[in-house]
């Protein structure tokens, strides 16, 4: 190789670690208002609508030991709905398959047993080949700006602040009414 050679390819690999650098930083100065779920009766919902609002985003389902977290999620977005505060409900049954049913009987299930009132979303994947997009944005840092994380279990939770950034990641042990949790809320 010739020294001119060896200069183009230097120069090739450094404009190939620029662009991958920029198109990093873009990725990351995305938002959460950039997505589109369908929500539990199958509508398109596009996060958009929650600008300027928090929210909760929180993997659910009807058969895990964490399940009664829904009366506490419930009282929590009774409160505080009417104070710019949203719960986003998304069913997956990637743990033990403890959200077994569907979307209809989800929706049942979750209105007669803890009168859910928050926005369901339709079940998806939280993890693996198959995860959605929006968590594969709540859990890769190149993504959100903030954090790596692994969804655990059911009913982690994934604050949002009213700017569409990621908050706080709360794991699925703790539940909705800790003082964290209140205290984002409020602040």
Request: glycine letters at 6%.
């Amino acid at each position: 190789m010739t020294h001119s050679n060896n200069e183009n390819i230097m120069k090739k690999i450094g404009i190939y670690v620029m662009l991958l650098f920029l198109a990093t930083a873009a990725m990351a100065q995305e938002n959460i208002y950039s997505f589109k779920v369908k929500d539990i009766d199958g509508n398109e919902i596009s996060l958009s609508q929650f600008k300027g609002k928090k929210i909760m985003i929180v993997n659910v389902a009807s058969k895990c030991g964490f399940t009664p977290q829904y009366e506490q999620l419930e009282a929590l977005y009774a409160k505080y709905k009417d104070k710019g505060f949203v719960i986003l409900g998304f069913p997956a049954n990637n743990f033990k398959k403890q959200e077994p049913g569907s979307n209809a009987e989800i929706k049942k299930f979750c209105t007669l047993t803890y009168g859910v009132n928050f926005p369901m979303m339709a079940k998806i994947s939280v993890k693996g080949d198959d995860m959605a997009p929006l968590y594969k944005w709540l859990t890769t840092k190149a993504l959100n700006g903030k954090e790596n994380s692994v969804v655990k279990w059911n009913f982690q939770k994934y604050l949002i602040n009213r700017d569409g950034s990621l908050a706080l990641v709360i794991n699925p042990w703790i539940k909705p009414d800790n003082a964290t949790i209140i205290h984002w809320i409020e602040k």
